[in-house]
């Protein structure tokens, strides 16, 4: 559109000469540039295709029915479909458990972050922490499991919890929680920070103290893009893979008890691909069918997360 | 709280009619304050506070296994010979896969939803799929790995495979933070350039693209210290657990430190945990720098702004 609009300027001067060989490059950059955009669809059509394409393979196998009501999970041990049981929700329920408790971590803890970024701290004492933050959330997750199981583990066990067994979904889940906050925090901040000066002031005037501005006011103004980051950062536990395998044990158990092993769906997919699984055989199959399983599982949570922030920009 | 937030609500019942009944309860109002502003304050030091407990852990686990034997030794499985050179060269050629595939790529991407793409269905489609694709967890990219590349293209558990997976792992994050940095470049630059005949592409070249560079190169090196932590996915494709030799080409078989890491601390040995804790000093020394560059880097570009 632009080259149409240079050439009427152009026609007829002498300074202006027409160039065939820009035009083809214009051309050819273009579609080279396209081409680049169209990976991302190539990738999630290829991630698409190999979670479901396998998944259908093992759901001949294992009915889908058996699949969502068994209450066990004895794949490692199966040769044959008939004799093992393939209940996800054994999985599923440690994914969701160990999300529970790094919630319980990190919702508050993070919100609380993002308030005192947004609201209290002084610029110069801003342009360290959130640098700070950023490194924290730089940690590879491999060091947090690391982390989780020679120190956290060890602590509680000589401090409060001697129970606790060596590998178990308490401290995993612990540092797990720790991991989020900075994506808790960072996301809450930009809702917060976006709200107009306008309406604190307005509840400044009013005679409301600091506090309560930022709690009554500027919390719910922002309410959407914190419940956004609250999402993403379910989502980010549920996919959390290193800090489990390492720390949370092998243990495929259906339990509430947090000082256990337990195995989530990220760490069976580690621990059976960190062992020999011949491509065709049951266990290689299995791992696409929670692979899949989890897939949609982050998929449904970060659309919710997407329309949040997408509702919250249109606020203002 | 809840007896502030009452007072509060009891004094506007009151507020109206009354004159001389005013209560505001000040004091009260002004200690929660105070409480509430350690709170949060407190909120804000826990993470810095684990950091620093992981780091000094880490630290005096690590630091005395650090020697030259360490850095120039192969993998064994014994703790006493092991070294971690073959995990800091597999890494070295991922990351030389990933700067040659996932930032031109990223970038290109970037430019062209920022400054070709029309509004239609296709692109906003192209746009909510990065968005998802960045929150896909890691672990999935692996699987996919696994599935296509190792096996349908039949690239084997290489070197070469694992850079494009990490490739594609990290191309979201390059594409959104590249597309930031572009639509901040004002308009008028491009107005500037094509005043004086410049056409699109070329108007871009020479004068968005510079422009948008610093917030790009921030947002790729953040992108780039990710692929290097990143174990999930490597795993998954099947780098091994030692490599008694070094990485020969493409389709090498390989290991990285993160995976190096995480094999030395599945070791029950004590000696195996201390080596885990002094490759996590030597990737945490990386990540650091990284990082801090890039942060320093998008300090010095807001500034100028």
Redesign the interface.
Known sequence: M??E??QGQ?SGQNL?RESRA?NV??RL??V???A??????L??F??V???F??AFTFFQDVSIVRFLTETQWTAGFATTPEDGEFGIIVLAWATIFSTIIACVVAL??????A???S???SAGLR?W?K??????A??????????A???VTPFLQGTILPGIQIYNILSASLVMG?MI??TV?SVSEDAIYAVPRGLREGAYAL??????V???VVVPAAISGIVASFV?GI??A?????IM??AAGALAQLTVNPLESMQTM?AY??QV??GESP?GSLEYET??AV?AT??VM??L???I??WFVRRFREVY | MSQSSTEVTRQKEQEPGTGGNFKTSVGARHGWDRFFTALVFAATLIGLAVLGVLLVDVGRQGVPVLSWHFFTSLGSADAENAGFLPAILGSLWLLGIVLIVAVPVGIAAAVYLEEYANDNWLNRLIEINISNLAGVPSIIYGLLGLGVFVYIFGLGRSILTGGLILSLLILPVIIIATREAVRAVPQSVREGAYALGATQWEAIRHHVLPQALPGALTGTILALSRAIGETAPLIAIGAVPYMTFLPEGLLSSFTAMPIQIYNWTGEPEEAFQNLAAAGIVVLMLVLLVSNAGAIWLRNKFQRRN
């Open positions: 632009t080259v609009t240079r152009g202006w820009r490059r214009e950059v273009r080279v540039l396209r680049c955009a169209y990976v991302s669809i990738t999630t290829g991630i295709f190999v979670l394409g396998e508050p803890i993070g919100l609380g972050a308030i005192y970024l609201e209290y701290a342009r922490l640098p700070a933050l950023e490194i924290l730089g940690v590879p997750t491999i060091v947090y499991g690391f982390f199981l020679t120190f720790v906050i900075p925090a005679g409301a103290t600091k506090r309560e930022a709690t009554k993403l989502s980010r549920v996919g959390e893979t290193m395998a390492v990220t997919i580690v691909t960190s491509r791992i696409f692979g989890l897939f982050t998929l949570l970060n659309t997360a997407y």
